[in-house]
């Protein structure tokens, strides 16, 4: 008669791995109370210990994560910006910063790192532990335009990121240097169409929606263009502003203040309506090109497999800070308008963009640099 398999050496392991979960290093269960499962189930037949014992082991391994999560934030966060200082999304990401820094009892550290069109601190971003400690500002170019125009991003907005939620969105502007020869877009498009050699533009980077969004005006009216990528919109409305380029799509809340004091000047607005900031600026459908109204939109990000009760924390903290009337006023002040979401809504948004602009590259036959 076969011998009935002795539970009582995997109860004590199984006891012993409770009491050790309950220590504050949740993540560090000795080796050896491993060992005595696996010894314990060797010998007593492992089909009969693991039917019996395999709920509790497995509340047992993922008792680390829970007690993260109930515990974070411990220490500060990392907020990353994927572009230079001075952007549009170094604004949303302070905006929003110091509200959740309240609502976490954790200061939320601004950390800016251009370059590539935000996609190196994307990411490296990506690649980081998902613990809740580094987090990404991704906007409409890192998780929508980018991936559907660049190959060998090294990741993959899908799969490799946690939406946490959207901050806010804000239409794009095209501006143009005082001394260039167009006061609307119309003229701006003739100019290009007949000049003997490219009109310089700026943007923050390739692939982003800037860059996009001048190649499709290009494509579908003849205009004559030049790509001139920088390390974010900080940088490239210098050179706008020192007459260095002549053409830049830049975010709303970046170049706004300088249309109201002439330093540049705007032509039109890429939004579905006009901006409250400038409300004399029409936009590209009034100006007689339609088709021009998708959002700059930035949000919150962290990396792939954060514990979803983190994910929650953050969202309940980013909704915190956008219901603030500080916050608002402040992005409005900018021209942009605060647009709370849960992390599936966001993740749909993200889904919705990388589909709609692979489609158009593809149809448009935009080729990276």
């Known amino acids: 008669m076969k011998r009935r398999p002795d539970p009582r050496p995997i ?3 199984v006891a012993k791995m409770a009491k050790n979960a309950r220590m504050r290093d949740v993540g560090r269960l000795p080796r050896a109370v491993a060992g005595s499962i696996w010894s314990a189930a060797m ?23 829970v007690a993260a999560a109930q515990t974070y934030p411990a220490r500060p966060i990392t907020l990353v910006v994927p572009f230079a200082p001075g952007g549009s999304a170094s ?15 954790q200061q939320v550290v601004i950390d800016n790192r ?24 991704a906007t409409s170019a890192t998780v929508g335009t980018a991936p559907s125009l660049l190959q060998n991003l090294g990741y993959d907005p899908r799969k490799d990121f946690d939406p946490i939620g959207l901050i806010a969105a804000t239409p794009n502007l095209i501006a143009v240097h005082p001394s260039f020869p167009a006061h609307s877009l119309a003229e701006l498009i003739s100019v290009a169409r007949q000049a003997s050699s490219p009109i310089a533009y700026g943007s923050p980077g390739v692939g982003t929606l800037n860059h996009l969004t001048v190649e499709l005006l290009a494509y579908r009216t003849g205009m004559k263009v030049a790509h001139v990528p920088y390390k974010g919109a900080g940088p490239a409305l210098n050179d706008l502003l020192g007459g260095h380029i002549g053409v830049l799509i830049s975010a709303l809340p970046n170049a706004h203040s300088h249309v109201l004091a002439g330093t540049i000047r705007g032509l039109a607005v890429a939004g579905a309506t006009r901006s409250p900031l400038l409300p004399l600026l029409p936009t590209f459908a009034e100006a007689g090109f339609p088709g021009y109204e998708v959002p700059l939109r930035w949000g919150l ?3 792939a497999g954060t514990p979803r ?15 603030s009337e500080e916050v608002r006023q402040r992005l409005a002040l900018e021209g942009a308008e605060p647009t709370p979401t849960t992390p599936e809504e966001y993740a749909a948004i993200i889904d919705r963009e990388l589909t709609m602009w692979s489609e158009l590259a593809r149809t448009v036959g935009i080729k990276p640099e």
């Open 11 to 13: 109860r004590a392991a």
């Open 43 to 65: 010998t007593r037949g492992i089909s009969a210990l693991l039917a019996e014992f395999a709920m509790p082991i497995a509340l047992l391994l993922a008792a680390p994560a």
């Open 91 to 105: 604004t949303a990401a302070r905006s929003v910063a110091d509200k959740m820094s309240e609502t976490l009892g």
């Open 114 to 137: 251009g370059g590539a069109g935000g996609t190196v601190a994307t990411r490296a971003v990506a690649k980081t532990a998902p613990d809740g400690y580094t987090l990404l500002v």
């Open 301 to 303: 990000a962290a990396p």
């Open 309 to 323: 009760a983190i994910i929650a924390r953050l969202n309940q903290a980013l909704d915190a800070a956008l219901r």
